[in-house]
């Protein structure tokens, strides 16, 4: 009776042990196989080149038309999410400081709304590019991906927002400061760590999505100079090169996807830094 | 001064409103915005032929989702079957057996396997599932196999639903009090029968949600899965034989979309279907969430 006890439980830790482990495996493992098969691709000529002629049936050139491509459209993409997001979730944590239940409410809606697939977002976003008379643009794909990213980013923010002590704000209003002052100045200061994370993971979730800017980004093989041209992305162009029958093409794409999965990492990383380094003028 | 600052606060504050307002008006906007293109097929054909009919030949006109409803089932019941009891493992063990360094170590991880995007999986995919299923697996079973497969499809959903997976159950572990697990270890119980008994009772709302939440993730997965899936019009049994996800269906024709009548908004039909099915999933398993929260 006992022993079996003590069987079971070593048996489920031996389990669960390798449970735990494997995950940590396979992330090294899929990071292993991307950058040895990419590395060997990789050139500076990849980065720094546009394609040329006959790119795509193994010609000369390189990718920076999608690594541009994807910069512009993250960080317009971005900034529209803040423009939108910000302020959202500062209101939800000043002015609706009191009302716990619309609180809540709204948070379980806007969790909601972060397990949409990003295809869904696409497809809205196309319908959107109808209605308001756009073609397959910078501009477009910008509106889609923030779509998809505002979300994110205001319950990214959100989580730190709602840590900070309600006495702070009756501080802050005691001595006379409007609710526009209390959350500009006091509470989006304390939040800072938290907003830098949160954009730098929007922002890494805007540069990696490819189905949501399939309809609306177009593609092409120049640097966009204007809102309403198309705009290549690297998700994008990975997969359009390795559907290619041609070897070389589908080598590049692997080249293709260890830069994306380089600049991930580097967002995730530089995220945890700074957060780090920020927080420590948090009054706690 | 103070007519600056009120009117300044007027206007910050219509703002802020703007924002919260637009954000939550977000989910209605893709739902009447997806059904207004989707109206012309909804018009013209019985729903429940839309949905259960494996005719589809969008030149004659005729749209049935069956097969591409099929295969996202299929892929995402193999994704599930692969990844929940491998989470649900990894994160008793890092909340309950291992140290908390472990831990530490395993939240960037996890982290980082969050933020891979889809094309890196899918990239993966095709150079390590791929070939892995055609040469063997497959011939394990005594098939033929090209490798792009409903089983590679799985095998990737799998490892993309991880991470989601895994977070949500550590949260679920750490909510449970530490009274409770203390209680059940003074009466004798070893340290598994803590975890059968009170916490795996205790936290099964919140880990049955976090297995939905992570199924309705896999379910909308799009550019991984097309990658790897084969993407061939069948209703079959085997996982080695390839299929055709729904999410796939939206990604991969939107270049005919506009040429055939009535193809763009079949598209958008499935757009549609795919978003208010990972809607109501996620609207349920988050409602579960919300409540053991607020306790």
């Given at each position: 009776m006992r022993t079996w006890k003590v069987w079971e439980q070593r048996l489920v830790r031996g389990i669960s042990f390798l449970a735990a482990y494997s995950v940590i495996f396979i992330l090294l493992f899929l990071l292993f196989v991307v950058f040895s098969k990419g590395l060997k691709a990789l050139s500076w000529e990849t980065i720094f080149r546009l394609p040329k002629g006959g790119y795509y049936f193994g010609g000369e050139g390189g990718i920076l038309n999608a690594i541009v491509g994807s910069f512009y459209l993250s960080v317009g993409a971005t900034v529209l999410a803040v423009i939108i997001g910000v302020p959202a979730a500062l209101f939800i944590n000043v002015?609706?400081?009191?009302l716990k239940r619309t609180q809540n409410t709204i948070r379980y809606l806007l969790d909601a709304l972060w397990g949409i697939p990003s295809i869904v977002y696409g497809a809205f976003g196309f319908t959107l590019m109808l209605l308001l008379g756009l073609h397959a643009s910078l501009l477009a794909g910008i509106i889609t991906v923030a779509l998809l990213i505002t979300p994110i980013l205001v319950r990214a923010f959100d989580e730190v927002l709602k840590?900070?002590?309600v006495e702070l704000q009756e501080a802050s209003f005691s001595l006379g400061s409007t609710k526009t002052e209390t959350a500009l100045r006091v509470i989006f200061k304390q939040g800072l760590a938290g907003f830098i994370t949160a954009l730098l993971l929007a922002f890494g979730r805007g540069i990696g999505d490819a189905a949501s800017v399939l309809f609306t980004a177009g593609y092409t093989d120049n640097i966009p100079v204007t809102l309403d041209e198309p705009v290549a992305t690297l998700p994008l162009s990975i997969f359009f090169q390795l559907s290619s029958p041609i070897e070389e093409v589908r080598e590049r794409a692997y080249a293709a996807a260890v830069v994306l999965t380089f600049f991930i990492l580097l967002i995730s990383v530089s995220a945890r830094f700074l957060s780090k380094r920020y927080a420590k003028n948090i009054i706690k | 001064m103070n007519r600056i600052r009120r009117i300044s606060d007027l206007l910050v504050n219509i703002w802020m409103r703007a924002g919260l307002y637009l954000l939550l008006a977000i989910p209605v906007l893709i739902g009447v915005g997806l059904y207004w293109k989707a109206a012309p097929i909804i018009g013209g054909h019985s729903l429940s032929d839309l949905l259960f009919s494996r005719q589809w030949f969008p030149m004659k006109g005729e749209f049935g989702f069956m097969p591409f409803i099929y295969s996202s089932a299929y892929v995402t019941v193999l994704a599930f079957i692969l990844s929940a009891p491998l989470c649900l493992f990894a994160a008793i063990y890092l909340t309950q057996?291992?140290?908390?360094r472990l831990l530490q170590v395993m939240l960037p991880v996890i982290d980082i396997l969050a933020g891979i995007p889809s094309v890196v999986y899918g990239v993966w995919g095709v150079l390590v599932i791929v070939p892995a299923v055609a040469e063997y697996l497959a011939p394990l079973f005594g098939v033929v196999s090209s490798g792009y497969s409903l089983l590679s499809g799985g095998i990737v959903l799998a490892v993309m639903c991880i991470p989601y997976m895994l977070n949500m159950l550590i949260e679920v572990f750490q909510t449970i009090p530490v009274g409770m697990k203390e209680a059940s270890l003074s009466l004798g119980a070893t340290h598994w029968e803590m975890v059968k008994h009170v916490i795996i009772r205790k936290g099964f709302p919140g880990i049955l949600s976090a297995f939905g939440l992570g199924i309705a993730k896999a379910f909308g997965e799009t550019i991984a899965v097309l990658m790897v899936v084969?993407?061939?019009l069948d209703i079959s049994v085997s996982p080695f034989s390839s299929g055709y996800p729904l999410p796939a269906l939206i990604a991969n024709n939107y270049g005919e979309m506009m040429s055939i009548p009535d193809y763009d908004s079949a598209l958008m039909f499935a757009a549609l279907l795919l978003f208010v099915i990972i809607l109501i999933i996620n609207l349920f398993f988050r409602y579960f969430i919300h409540k053991t929260e607020e306790i």
């Open positions: 002015q609706l400081i009191r840590t900070i002590p | 057996f291992g140290k908390h084969g993407n061939t």
